[in-house]
């Protein structure tokens, strides 16, 4: 995760775009919360996003989502 909070593409891709919270920017921890929030609240529009991260955070949780018949 501080890998990505320091990715200038990343940081420069969250400024432009109004998907994430704001408040997520300032340090780690927070940046690690706002992302699995959106991972669970709004998976489809994360992946649609920022595809790498969603991949990334996806490994991270080891969490799959399933269609329910």
Known sequence: MKCLVSDSELNAKWEKNNYFRKYGKPNTYKFFAVAAESY????????????????????????????LP
């Open 40 to 67: 669970v609240a709004t998976a489809i529009e994360f992946a649609a996003h920022f595809p790498q991260l969603y991949s990334t955070v996806k490994v991270m949780l080891s969490f799959v989502f399933y269609k």
